[in-house]
């Protein structure tokens, strides 16, 4: 079946550094991939997304691109401000399964001052 | 406007009892689910519907039962509430497809004492 494997957290790190949270998956098919934040007391929101190979998502800063050949989504971002933590999740979705997605486990991400 | 909408966002209620959680969305999306995030973060898929009809049923106790009198509302209905129901359940809708991603509500956390 499906599987998104994400790097283990939490991660913690100082303002404006780069980030970088891995994350890999297993499919059956072409699945399109998503990232989603979830700040402290909300609900996910989708930060981005790519639907086939090749594809860049990018929002707020935020950047990844879908890499067939190493089935991975690594989530990037130049300089991390205290505002970006939260827990951020990798998911997968495909068309053979009703839209359900497959989300990993999430990784806590703390920047500080 | 208010995209994915859950009531309550908190319930507290004793073992044994009987609640309900409510969710409406007002994006047009064709299909909604039930998620629960138990204390580590971690997500699980428990029901899908798709323009009323039940599509996805994962391995969740039969004292949970959805109902989806429309496709704007899915509602959760839960017997005999247990200790380890407490947890933050979410409801969310996506378009009809794989590529469109969720829109998540902001979630209720139901805690039993």
């Known amino acids: 079946g499906d599987s998104v494997t994400q790097m283990e957290g939490p991660v913690t790190l100082s303002e404006e550094a780069f980030l970088t949270i891995n994350c890999t998956y297993t499919?059956?098919?072409?699945?399109?991939l998503f990232w989603y934040v979830q700040y402290p007391g909300e609900g996910l929101q989708l930060l981005l997304k790519?639907?086939?190979?090749?594809d860049k998502g990018s929002n707020k800063g935020f950047e990844a691109t879908y890499r067939k050949e190493t089935t991975s989504f690594h989530l990037e971002k130049g300089s991390v401000q205290v505002s970006d933590s939260a827990v951020y999740f990798c998911?997968?979705?495909?068309?053979?399964?009703?839209?359900?997605?497959?989300f990993g486990d999430g990784t806590t991400l703390t920047v500080k001052p | 406007d208010t995209a994915v909408s859950q009531t309550p966002k908190y319930l507290v209620t004793q073992m044994g009892n009987d609640k309900s959680i409510k969710c409406e969305q007002n994006?047009?999306?064709?299909?909604m689910y039930w998620y629960k995030q138990d204390s580590k973060k971690f997500l699980k898929i428990m029901f899908s519907?798709?323009?009323?009809?039940?599509?996805i049923n994962e391995t969740v106790p039969n004292r949970f039962s959805p109902k989806s009198p429309d496709k704007a509302h899915l509602n959760l209905h839960i017997n005999s509430l247990e200790l380890g129901d407490s947890a933050v359940y979410f409801c969310?809708?996506?378009?009809?497809?794989?590529?469109?991603?969720?829109?998540f509500g902001s979630g209720t956390r139901l805690t039993v004492v």
């Open positions: 969310a809708s996506s378009p009809s497809g794989q590529g469109g991603g969720y829109t």
């Open positions: 499919a059956t098919g072409y699945p399109s």
């Open positions: 790519a639907t086939k190979a090749d």
């Open positions: 998911a997968l979705s495909e068309n053979t399964n009703a839209g359900k997605s497959t």
């Open positions: 994006l047009g999306h064709d299909t």
């Open positions: 519907y798709n323009n009323k009809e039940l599509i």
